[in-house]
């Protein structure tokens, strides 16, 4: 079934929705969840808090990719669980990749910077389409969906040494041009 006609189902409040969202993203949705916490069960309890999410906002909300939206409710929820069970006890899944990108990209402490962090967010997508598909893909593979660095190896035939080496080029090159344009790191 395409988006679109999942997208009307919710907003017709047909419950065939989220059938329709599971068959179609259940997977990608779990491996997203399963890459920053790290357990099943809290990934599972993320994807159906994602659907109930999905149910709640739409209407209003109709996105043109029902993977996008579902990927960004996902990764939220997954990142929320995770503080929420760090609160409690230390992890090292999204703690290893938020202490990656920690030097070349500033987090939001105040309000002034949660206002700045939406510009930010601009200029790493101009930064990112200006890199090669390859790198751009590693990079978004590796610090938004959260995959491990073996894996990202083992799919590019590379060796997992090789693949961190270029992680910190992209990570410098990011750096670099982030502090061209005047922001504070």
């Keep these: 079934m395409e988006d679109g006609q999942i997208v009307n189902l919710y907003w017709r409040r047909d419950e065939d929705a989220i059938r329709a969202t599971e068959q179609k993203y259940g997977g990608f949705c779990r ?58 006890k230390r992890y090292g899944g999204a703690e290893v990749l938020l202490s990656e990108l920690s030097e070349c990209v500033p ?11 939406a510009e930010l967010g601009e200029r790493i997508s101009q930064w990112l389409e200006e890199l090669a598909p390859e790198d751009r893909a ?19 035939g590379a060796r ?19 502090e061209k344009e005047g922001v504070a790191l």
């Design 31 to 88: 491996r997203l969840s399963m890459n920053i916490l790290h357990s099943f069960q809290d990934s599972e309890e993320c994807v159906n808090d994602a659907y109930g999410r999905c149910w709640d906002t739409m209407p209003p909300q109709r996105p043109a990719s029902l993977r996008a939206y579902l990927g960004v409710i996902i990764r939220n929820l997954s990142i929320s669980r995770y503080r929420a069970g760090r609160a409690q």
């Design 138 to 156: 590693l990079f978004v593979r590796r610090y938004w969906s959260g995959e491990a660095v073996k894996d990202l190896a083992r799919e590019a």
């Design 107 to 117: 987090a939001p402490e105040n309000v002034q910077r949660t206002l700045e962090a």
């Design 160 to 178: 997992p040494n090789a693949v961190t080496k270029r992680l910190l080029r992209l990570r410098e090159s990011l750096r670099r041009t982030l």
